[in-house]
T-cell receptor, first 114, second 115 residues
């Protein structure tokens, strides 16, 4: 089975801190994604990556950056955390064998910025 | 631009009742894909179904069924004889062929099944 692992289930940070959210997948998927989930808004795409060292902005990239140095790992970075970035963050991956395939999700990281 | 609307924020039913979750979508692409995901309390979204725009056949999988109607841009999900384990947040999502793997999600519907 595909496994997408997010390093932390819960995280509490202070305003202004630099925050790293880590995601690792073990199925050699080319595509990786970061979404944030907020009540009433569903999931919104922050960034995605089709290959190592490649990244593309999603719908809400402001305040975030990403890093993909290795195929299996996709990191989301909050350069200076703010309270409006308190949210559930979900990582996902999918193979590049065919577009529009289903995504495999991690269990999420609930980030609280105080 | 693509958009998915799930008008039902929360639904509560009693076990064994049937329940339908609504999903309405907007897209300008003629080739697109519709999905349903389930998010149980554990947090991990679980894939339920994927349907392409050229296949309007309804699908049944056990107690789950899906009704795809292009005429009304809807892709509704029905759970027959609901069970407590069906309690979760359900998301409808859309991807356009031109956008490849970029999924756009609806706001989600919280389903509570009471025993």
């Amino acid at each position: 089975d595909v496994k997408v692992t997010q390093s932390s289930r819960y995280l509490v940070k202070r305003t202004g801190e630099k925050v790293f959210l880590e995601c690792v997948q073990d199925m050699d998927h080319e595509n990786m994604f970061w979404y944030r989930q907020d009540p009433g808004l569903g999931l919104r795409l922050i960034y995605f990556s089709y290959d190592v060292k490649m990244k593309e902005k999603g719908d809400i990239p402001e305040g975030y950056s990403v890093s993909r140095e290795k195929k299996e790992r996709f990191s989301l970075i909050l350069e200076s955390a703010s309270t409006n970035q308190t949210s559930m963050y979900l990582c996902a991956s999918s193979p590049d064998t065919a577009p529009n395939e289903k995504l495999f999700f991690g269990s999420g990281t609930q980030l609280s910025v105080l | 631009a693509q958009k998915v609307t799930q008008a039902q924020t929360e639904i509560s039913v009693v076990e064994k009742e049937d329940v339908t979750l609504d999903c309405v979508y907007e897209t300008r692409d003629t080739t697109y894909y519709l999905f349903w995901y389930k998010q149980p309390p554990s947090g991990e979204l679980v894939f339920l179904i994927r349907r392409n725009s050229f296949d309007e056949q309804n699908e049944i999988s056990g107690r789950y069924s899906w009704n795809f109607q292009k005429s009304t841009s809807s892709f509704n999900f029905t759970i027959t004889a609901s069970q407590v384990v069906d309690s979760a947040v359900y998301f409808c999502a859309l991807s356009e062929a031109i956008n490849g793997n970029k999924l756009v999600f609806g706001a989600g519907t919280i389903l509570r099944v009471k025993s």
